[in-house]
């Protein structure tokens, strides 16, 4: 491009002048770089009123929108989720024709009568205080604006709303089976979230969420003898109190109006703040006992829970395990940014929600640590990194599951390096069934219940745990570390993370993406041959599976010792960090993903060595481990079925 232009030094002051001006627009227009990755910004106050008699909010919400973006938007879109428990919506009608129904769905939403479904009526909407005209598909809201929103500038909307809570079918409502009155979660309008995708404006079918990042500054009139936990910081602990620490008072600074809440006798008003999130959550019943724990150097975590036999020892005992497992997180995948972080009885299983999380609270202690630590660790890739978790949920759910079955191993005192096993299990079984789906499939969009869940939950986990096996260890946790620090609050993208996890390790990692993501192929690999001659023995390696991997294969002799021959692929153009330093290490030539057969030479006779195994860590999700591992008994190869 820029040999187009005379060398600047030979053309006269003037000119050069204008030529360098001329560059200086250029490169601010035509997006070099980078440059797509603005982000939309979202400012939201709400002030709402809950009747618990009735069970319907009532309330105003004022939303400053920013539009960080280069394209001038004509239209807003806004997710209405509780119009999604209604008869007859896409929701229900999804759930009642799918294979292998969610059964806390099933019919359920079909025969919700009138005074139980989930409604939000928008009463009223203006932007800069001009009408605008707006028309509800579903659970979404299509905004036709007054007036366009250029680029770079924001606009306001005031909008009033009324919402009916639903009985609690899925995630959110009233009356959840363990007896929480409110679990108040996709319970506002919410403006969906443009980028460089366009708008992601899903309609609720079942799962997976994605929102602009923003503040809240959210006040709920209710009745004052309910608690609430959720998102944020209470601003006004002095005045609710139900738990909530007094602070000592800050002086108003000049000219600074003191805030007032309207007197208790009509409820009580809870004040809360949450800075730089993608969405606000709460839960709130008269009964919930509310306990704080502090993370050394970390959030306050406040746990709210209705304290009976089934839970009073074990939320107790639990504390001290969110404790630890913050403690965990922090160490080895990056410090959570944010004060406080909730843990709170509601919903129907585990919902992660940015500082806070609601949980079923009266399972087993096993169960309740294990659904603490998956919902708390999606405070890093729901809650900061924030990656669209409609398009990849394995992301999402998969890192998750990673870093919590990790610490789970840790507080339960159990080796790390087996805790993954289930999440290999899962996909193997998958692979059997033959309802495996491509993992770049969006979140609702997969035939099965079965087929999401083991390609969100385990092959994320497997994803993370063979890019462990292809990087090396410690790069690998560097890696990670590295990835959440540079992309927080930034919506990254799979191909983000792949790039860090290559600059960190030095190797190419694009084709084990595209691989385990867009396709169905399968990795399986086996000890074809073993031959000797010249004084040593020469093994054959059969790729059968599609998917190519670099190898570990480990050569044990009869005396004892052990050879690691690394074979990596060609596709990486590197090789992996020396992982274990009291195994010596041979490194041979690249395996030309092509080649569907590979021979190395051991420098040793036949006869001295005992066993030869592919991968013996069993990180390689390996769809038949029946064929990676021979024994050599006088003379003869055997295999030694590993599957586990
Ligand atoms: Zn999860």
Redesign the pocket.
Known sequence: MLGYFAPINLICPMLKFRVLLFLAILSINCGWAQDYRWQQRVEYQMDVALDVKTHIITGSQKLTYFNNSKDTLSKVYYHLYFNAFQPGSMMDVRSRNIADPDARVIDRISKLKDDEIGYQHIQSLKQDGNDVTFHVNGTVLEVRLAKPILPNTKTVFDMKFQAQVPVQIRRSGRNSKEGIAYSMTQWYPKMAEYDFQGWHSYQYVAREFHGVWGDFDVKIKLDSSYTIGGTGVLVNPDFVGHGYKTKPQAKPAKNQKPVTYPAKSTGLTWHFTAKNVIDFAWAADPDYTHDIAQVPNGPELHFFYQKNDKTADNWKKMEEMAVKHFEFMNKTFGVYPYSTYSIVQGGDG???YPMCTLILGEGSFGSLVGTMA??V??SWY?GVLATNESLYPWI??GF??FASQESSALLFNKPVADSHAGSYASYFSLVKSGLQEPISQHGDHYNTNRAYGVA??SMGTVFLNQLKYIMGEENFYRGMRQYYNSWKFRHPEPIDFIRVMEKVSNLDLKWYLRYWVNTTKKIDYSVKNVISKDGGTFVTLDRIGEFPMPLDVVVTYIDGSKELYYIPLNEMLGNKQVEDKTITRLDLEAWPWVYPSYTMKVNRKAEEIASIEIDPSQRLADVDRKNNKVDIITGVMVYHDTTK
Do not use: I, N, R, V
Request: aromatic fraction near 8%; proline fraction near 0%; hydrophobic fraction near 15%.
């Open positions: 585990g919902m992660e998956h919902e660790s999606h729901q999402d759910e998750t599951d969100a939950y």
